[in-house]
């Protein structure tokens, strides 16, 4: 499916750590604005104990986890949408994402300087949207400029329609506001995907806190939360240098050094389950002794739909599909065993994948 989501913030907010720390990779972290210019990209795997389990009573030879596509863009800064610092070119990688994660500096720092030259949680996020709405702004207008000749004739239905619905984006960004607050319908959605604006899309905003400061929210973080909440925006807190320190260990070494640390889950998998979660994505299962293998679709999917994420001659020829909840056979221990308690179902061209199904699809060459 190839999930992708973009990384932002103001320079020296903690961004390129927290790059490094997710993709377990060496970009440039420099203690200076624009450090990264060129976007980084790194692909994670989606950690899934659940498919270690199924990989373990398949003897699966492969274990291929989901993954999600992250994008390191260089920092922002207020005049980005007029092209200041390197505007343009951040707003040309972030159109390509499904979601955007804001990092936000919530930690002090004499070492460490601030670009607007003192901490400020709500002002930096209030810096960020406002380039993306001006941006946005900048495009529908420009859009409309093309549409309105045509309109005027009030012969074409289609682009009546569009014309209608970019002036109620214009009405929506003039006001300050971010698109993704609106709701369409399933046809301006479709319209609306093709513009490539920057606020229709889900936002993520991730604390980056302190070494010391992971286990308490301080005032910083409350700030953030409270925002997160008003615009119903999920909060995640991470130590972008923590994470960078996870990052290097194995697998055993990393649980000890969270427990040691008094934290329960990574900040990386906390900001997978966001992602998720913001997206409205869910996973299922194929399993044999070949490989054991996760894959994304996004929730509400038909079982057709699903089988056309491997390849498309699947969902164009679906008959059935066999399917059983994970848990069943974690319970049960083998497919045997499921068949003979009548826990696996065959399923038609209506039925709604739910997350933890493990699937085998049946279909016409």
Known sequence: MGLQVGIVGLPNVGKSTLFNAITNSKVEA????????????????????????????????????TTIEFVDIAGLIAGASKGEGLGNAFLANIRETDAICEVIRCFDSKEITHVEGSVDPIRDIEIIELELILADESSVKKRLAKVEPKFK?????????????????????SEGKLLNKLEFDEEEKIAIKSFQLLTTKKFIYVANVGEDEVREDNQYVKLVKEYGASCNSPVVKISAKIEEELSELDKDDKEVFLSDAGIETS????????????????????????????WQFKEGSTAPQCAGIIHTDFEKGFIKADVYRCE???????????KNSGKIKLEGKNYIVQDGDVCFFKFNR
């Not at 998720?276 to 299922?284: D, F, I, N, V």
């Not at 069943?328 to 499921?338: A, R, T």
């Open 30 to 65: 420099a203690n200076y604005p624009f450090a990264t210019i060129e976007p980084n990209v790194g692909v994670v795997e989606v950690p899934d104990s659940r498919l270690d389990q199924l990989a373990t009573i398949f003897s699966s030879k492969k274990t291929i986890y």
């Open 153 to 173: 004739s009030g012969k074409d239905k289609d682009t009546v329609f569009e014309y209608n619905l970019l002036k109620r984006l214009e009405t929506q960004l």
């Open 267 to 294: 900040g990386l998998e906390q900001l997978i389950r966001a992602a998720y979660s913001t997206l409205g994505l869910k996973t299922y299962f194929t399993c044999g002794p070949q490989e054991a293998r996760g």
């Open 328 to 338: 069943d056979i974690f319970e049960l221990g083998d497919e045997q065993s499921l």
